[in-house]
């Protein structure tokens, strides 16, 4: 620890961020969050957690702290495709006694960064880092502005968890946006919106897609998705073009007669985009900052919880070994792989249907009739069951047939 700061910072108090600070910080290393944003605050998101998300928080021993918030206890998500057809993702039928979750992210991530803080690790937010110190090849601390004042912070390891835009992956160079799929999301809250309960609602357009997901409070959180060419080539405000877009919806239209929107629209965009590498000589990158591809298929918190649970041992192993080198920190890649690769297939392949209409009302007719192709589907998409299962050419064979 000579001449460091800290053994860890983490750029980002967003949960794969507070995740990976607090269980570090058990295990009794010298951690520090910086996040620019004042806590709490909203984050442009679904606000859902799926299945194996609601799962991994229960595991983190928080159902209680949830239930007190208000989470909403979402069964399924009934997907609509664009000629009508429809199917229901029902999670308690694909793995009884399960369930996602609806919560606004202003409590959810205040609630993972109060345990990071309550578990022994260092919070500062209005912490805005501005550039990383790299020394012979290795990341070895940031400069930031800390409320407003100029710093240099060091540390062996630095945890990249500041979402999309991070600094840590843009200034290491790391950031690669896909060609396909270029969307970008608008969300924001409505209060009365008729018509949910039980389940969330995804619905597909020839002009984009529309979800609406439950929360605390009676609040729901309506997203609307579009080409990110269409949101840049619009001559209305973003205000106009999200109503606009949900309006040509007509089950989402229905739903939001009487609503009322509270607060702003947030957006993001374009979604999709990765990092050539997630670890490096002193650092790693977790959560949205490694990867992220669209959140259609809702597993975005749920990684990010997943990736903070795979990165932590890593760490704490090279902590321990005094190594804090790619190689050391390699473990941590492999490990993702495991974990995602096979959902990452499963969550391009959506998107390849989502951009057919045709095929998605083909397929979302079968789904519809066929409760055993549709079990599948819903606990591979609720992060239930292995992804592989709905990538092998049986269910595929079975789902697509006439």
């Known amino acids: 620890m000579t001449g460091f700061d800290a053994e860890v910072i983490i750029v980002g108090g967003g949960p794969a961020g507070s995740v990976t600070a607090a269980l570090l910080a058990e295990r009794g290393r ?13 984050k442009a998101c679904s606000e859902y957690v799926n299945p194996a998300g609601a799962r991994l928080l229960a595991d983190l021993g928080l159902e209680g702290e949830l239930a007190a918030l208000g989470a909403h206890r979402v069964e399924g998500m009934l997907i609509h495709a664009p000629g009508g057809h429809r199917f229901l993702a029902d999670f308690d039928a694909a793995a009884p006694g399960l369930h996602a979750l609806g919560l606004s992210r202003i409590r959810l991530d205040a609630l993972l960064l109060d345990r990071a803080a309550a578990a022994g690790a260092a919070v500062y937010d209005r912490a805005h880092v501005r550039d990383l110190i790299v020394e012979d090849g290795a990341v070895r601390g940031v400069r930031a502005a800390v409320r407003g004042s100029q710093e240099t ?45 039980r389940w969330g609602e995804m619905h597909v357009a020839r002009h984009g897609y529309a979800g609406m997901a439950p929360l605390e409070n009676g609040l729901t959180n309506v997203a609307f998705v579009a080409a ?3 949101v840049a080539a619009r001559q209305e405000s973003v205000e ?70 795979l990165a932590a041992p890593v760490i704490d192993a090279a902590l321990r070994s005094g190594d804090v080198s790619a190689r050391s920190l390699a473990p941590y890649r492999a490990e993702r792989r495991r974990a ?28 519809a009739s066929r409760d055993r192709e549709a079990s599948t589907l819903a606990g591979v998409l609720g992060g239930l069951s292995p992804a592989g299962h709905a990538l092998s050419p049986r269910f595929l064979a079975r789902l697509l047939r006439p």
């Open 153 to 197: 912070i060091r540390a062996p390891l630095i945890v990249g968890a500041d979402g999309h835009h991070g600094v840590v992956s843009r200034a290491l160079g790391l950031d690669v946006h896909p060609r396909w799929p270029r969307r970008t999301g608008f969300v924001a809250h409505y209060r009365g919106v008729t018509g949910l309960d």
């Open 340 to 367: 995602f690769a096979a959902k990452r297939q499963v969550a391009w392949l959506v998107q390849a249907f989502i951009d057919n209409p045709g095929l998605m009302d083909y397929a979302t007719a079968r789904l």
């Open 240 to 309: 106009d073009f999200f109503t606009i877009g949900l309006s040509a919806i007509p089950e989402v239209a229905a739903k939001l007669v009487g609503a009322e929107r509270v607060g702003s629209i947030r957006g993001v965009g374009p979604m999709s985009r990765r990092a050539r590498r997630v670890v490096g000589d002193g650092y790693l990158l977790a959560g949205d900052a490694a990867s992220f591809l669209d959140p259609f298929t809702g597993e975005g918190v749920s990684e990010a919880l997943r990736g903070a649970m």
């Open 228 to 230: 990110s060419d269409a």
């Open 30 to 42: 010298h951690v520090l969050i910086l996040d620019k944003a004042r806590f709490p605050r909203h």
